[in-house]
């Protein structure tokens, strides 16, 4: 019996991806969350946790409307990449990218909130710049946590099935992730493929669990 | 020269009370200690004049730099305001070596003098050795030169001092004083020090500014502060003895004389201008002024009050004895060792030191 192992590697590059623009995106908000005050600033928080309450089919279809073939921003895609967004590997990673950056927010914005502010208000005394003071302070510092946030995230990206059924859809080998291969095969009565998937990605979040705690407890005990 | 003007009110709250912070001091040349007990808003001067807290109305100004002017909506952030500030904790960078925190300190110096500025910080505070170690490695006298030394490479205009001795064991504070010291004599730059304790105002200050919720309540040198308190609230700040409410029941200018009444005894002090007959006034003895006697047979002399003795307690250069009706009397060794063995006492208050608050 052969196995194909597309949807692994194929999850992987995606989770990878999304979980490099989620740290961005993340971190951005996280920062923006934490150490400024504007108007809208609750409602931003929202609607970065929304994400992680809406079902994941839910949220799928509101990004189907958001970047499908007759919408706005689908249309600037084609136009600029020549190709549609949806039902493609890409299409996957942002749905990844929509999985997991709201557990990353959370997280990062308590690592930088959870920063001494002793240190902040001394490098800004000491007439450092803000960017300064968040590349060359406040990050390294929560550097530990934010790790094991974006571990967790990578973990999330891998795991999505919901969103990425709705938006990149079940396309063997092009957009069949691991977590819609181990759906399919279930579905076909490919019982021996989806154990093995399975095991795979199991033993792949324990890992990922264990690494995360570990970065976490090296911070507390730095 | 810092001139500083600043009104800060804090509601109360469901679990706080409500604070009002409301200041107006300059300070030049030399150190200038804001004294209080904890949260008298002392760090929050501090943190004004930094930038770290915005005062709700006011003015600051430093030399000729208007650093806060609510009127004139001008805010300058911390990056711009050209204090070295001091932190309770020291704030170390605690991810970079010594050498690296004072590096980054000097990034805003010209280019072709960061190198040879951090250099001679590292000579000037002694930290040759451990340059190259992170804070949690050395020793806490070393961390705390450092941080003397980071907030001064930029050449501040101001140094400010958040309770720099706080935690620290005696031998480490005569090095702290030691520093500063050498700060006060090399840099020259006017520094505010924060502090809750007498004697390190003693040591370091200049100028005293004592402050009691929020407000200054008295200016001075430290002698000057200790010897005149300028009410009850101040006296007890200061930790002073023999603090008594009393009635001023007579008054002689002719013979320079007064006569106030306590609550359970009446005593004789000089004459009192400027307060008339009746007048309720607070009374402060320094522990060390007053006179101790044996019992005498059942004769008292005028400002004599005979005392039971509650507690003796042994202090680093005298002998404290606190009698009932509050009264505490401090006396040397030597006099304490003749006179351990009275079977009654009497204290006697000498007229030139009853001072009237």
Redesign the interface.
């Known amino acids: 019996m052969s196995i194909d192992w597309f949807p692994l590697w194929l999850s992987l590059r995606v989770a990878g991806l999304a979980t490099a623009l989620s740290l961005l995106l993340g971190l951005a908000m996280a920062y923006l969350l934490a150490n400024r005050e504007f108007r809208g600033k609750e409602l931003l928080d929202a609607a970065a946790t929304l994400p992680l309450v809406l079902p994941p089919t839910v949220l799928g279809y509101y990004l189907l409307v958001v970047i499908g073939r007759e919408s706005v921003l689908g249309r600037i895609y084609e136009w600029a990449v020549g190709a549609p967004l949806v039902f493609t590997w890409q299409a996957a990673v942002l749905a990844a990218l929509f999985h997991a950056t709201p557990l990353l927010v959370k997280s990062a914005r308590a690592a930088l909130e959870s920063v001494?502010r002793?240190?902040e208000?001394?490098?800004?005394?000491?007439?450092?710049?803000e960017w300064t003071v968040f590349w060359?302070?406040t990050l390294?510092?929560a550097r530990r946590s934010i790790s094991a946030a974006a571990v967790l995230a990578f973990a999330r990206a891998l795991g999505d099935f919901g969103v990425t059924i709705m938006i990149a859809g079940n396309i063997p080998g092009r957009t069949q992730t691991v977590a819609v291969a181990i759906f399919d095969a279930v579905e076909s009565g490919n019982g021996a493929v989806a154990r093995a998937l399975v095991l795979v990605v199991s033993a792949t979040a324990v890992a990922v669990l264990y690494l995360a705690n570990r970065l976490e407890r090296r911070q507390a005990g730095? | 020269m810092i001139q500083v003007r600043v009104a800060r009110r804090f509601p109360a709250g469901p679990e706080s009370a409500g604070f009002a912070l409301e200041v107006e001091f300059q300070a030049a040349e030399g150190v200038t200690v804001l004294f209080g007990a904890s949260g008298a808003g002392k760090t929050l001067i501090l943190d004004s004049i930094a930038g770290f807290v915005r005062p709700d109305s006011g003015r600051i100004l430093l030399d000729d730099e208007i650093l806060f002017d609510a009127a004139a909506r001008v805010n300058l952030p911390p990056q711009r305001r050209h204090c070295g500030y001091v932190f309770q904790n020291y704030a170390l960078f605690p991810h970079m070596t010594l050498r690296k925190n004072l590096q980054f300190a000097a990034e805003r110096s010209p280019r072709l003098e960061r190198h040879r500025r951090v250099n001679e910080m590292i000579e000037k505070f002694r930290l040759g050795g451990v340059a190259g170690r992170r804070p949690h490695e050395v020793s806490g006298g070393e961390k705390q030169r450092c941080s003397i030394a980071r907030a001064l490479i930029g050449s501040p205009k101001l140094l400010l001092l958040d309770e720099p001795a706080r935690g620290l064991d005696a031998p480490l504070r005569t090095e702290l004083y030691a520093v500063l010291r050498q700060v006060r004599s090399e840099f020259r730059v006017p520094a505010l020090l924060v502090t809750h304790d007498l004697d390190e105002c003693f040591e370091m200050a200049d100028t005293m500014l004592v402050l009691d919720q929020g407000r200054i309540v008295q200016t001075g040198t430290p002698a000057a502060v200790l010897a005149r308190p300028a009410g009850v609230d101040v006296a007890r700040l200061l930790g002073a003895a023999n603090l008594f409410s009393a009635e001023i029941a007579g008054l002689d200018p002719g013979r320079n004389t007064s006569r106030l009444k306590l609550e359970q005894f009446e005593l004789h002090g000089t004459y009192l201008p400027g307060k008339l007959l009746g007048d309720r006034v607070w009374l402060c003895v320094p522990a060390d002024a007053l006179r101790v006697l044996g019992g005498n047979g059942g004769r008292i002399a005028s400002n004599q009050v005979p005392a039971q003795l509650v507690r003796v307690s042994e202090r680093p250069q005298a002998v404290r004895l606190e009698f009932s009706g509050g009264i505490t009397a401090e006396l040397p060794r030597a006099e304490y060792a003749k006179q351990k063995d009275n079977k009654e006492w009497l204290v006697e208050f000498p007229p030139e030191a009853i001072r009237v608050l």
């Open positions: 001494d002793s240190y208000r001394a490098a800004r005394n000491l007439g450092a710049s060359r302070v390294p510092l730095a």
